[in-house]
């Protein structure tokens, strides 16, 4: 597989799309770019093939975040927080809110209050079902959906 050009469609696909037409790092004060030498974002399979990231942390395949970044270097799971394209048993991509993100982003606990970009969840569903038709990262869409499926039980 060619993980470098899947990536570059992908981020193209993504541009700088964002849940809210506006900068929604005013609403936190940035929280979810605010990390430290142990905390990162998840990388998706051979992501890091087109990342120019110095800071990945094997074990987890993390991208390590000190809080400032160039915006078109930084992992998908940055561009698309805090929602994931999410993948049922029979394959298809839903956009779901991550709620494993839900204590620290306000787009997630004030979902009902606010008007979200609909040309971001679309572009998010596209690249859902890219990254569906590769076998590894179809397995990761259901590893991260099962997690996200578990903390959303246990919040119920």
Request: one cysteine or more.
């Amino acid at each position: 597989n060619d993980y470098e050009k899947m990536y570059k469609k992908i981020f193209d696909i993504m541009g700088e799309l964002t849940p809210l037409t506006v900068d929604c790092g005013v609403l936190c004060e940035g929280a979810c770019c605010k990390g430290d030498e142990k905390t990162g974002m998840r990388l998706f399979p051979h992501e890091e093939s087109v990342l120019k990231i110095s800071n990945i942390e094997d074990g987890e395949r993390l991208a390590v975040c000190e809080g400032c970044c160039e915006r078109n270097h930084r992992p998908l799971a940055c561009r698309i927080f805090p929602f994931f394209p999410t993948i049922d048993e029979k394959g298809k991509i839903f956009v779901e809110p991550d709620l494993r993100a839900s204590r620290l982003c306000p787009l997630i606990s004030h979902s009902d209050e606010i008007i979200f970009d609909p040309k971001f969840f679309k572009a998010l569903k596209r690249v859902g079902k890219i990254l569906a038709k590769d076998e590894e990262c179809r397995k990761y869409l259901y590893k991260i959906t099962e997690e996200i499926d578990i903390y959303k039980s246990l919040l119920n």
